[in-house]
Nanobody
Framework: VQLVESGGGLVQTGGSLRLSCAASGAIDGTTAMAWYRQAPGKERELVAT??????TYYPANSDRFTISRDNITNTLYLEMNNLKPEDTAMYYC????WGPGNRGQGTQVTVSS
């Protein structure tokens, strides 16, 4: 599976970004996908997952983040609103079966205070 993230950037506190993850290869509409993030000096953190239309948010970002997927283009999205400085991280897309081999290179999100 090849995954290419885009849409990151520098925004001010309270701003919004929409991340995209273009997937190709051994993937179809039933493949579970997820967004992770990792800030400098911190462990990787699961942000949200999509599995057969079921969405789950971690730890409790559902009020600001929305995960969605276009099954025709196999593109995963993460809409992020009311961004905070603590959201600053590299955001990665991953597809099942989970592992480094099914992970993109990431897109950087930086939220200034």
């Amino acid at each position: 599976v090849q995954l290419v993230e885009s849409g990151g950037g520098l925004v001010q506190t309270g701003g919004s970004l929409r991340l995209s993850c273009a997937a190709s290869g051994a993937i179809d509409g039933t493949t579970a996908m997820a967004w992770y993030r990792q800030a400098p000096g911190k462990e990787r953190e699961l942000v949200a997952t999509w599995s057969r239309g079921h969405k789950t948010y971690y730890p409790a970002n559902s009020d600001r983040f929305t995960i969605s997927r276009d099954n025709i283009t196999n593109t995963l999205y993460l809409e992020m609103n009311n961004l905070k400085p603590e959201d600053t991280a590299m955001y990665y897309c991953e597809a099942s079966p989970w592992g480094p081999g099914n992970r993109g290179q990431g897109t950087q999100v930086t939220v200034s205070s």
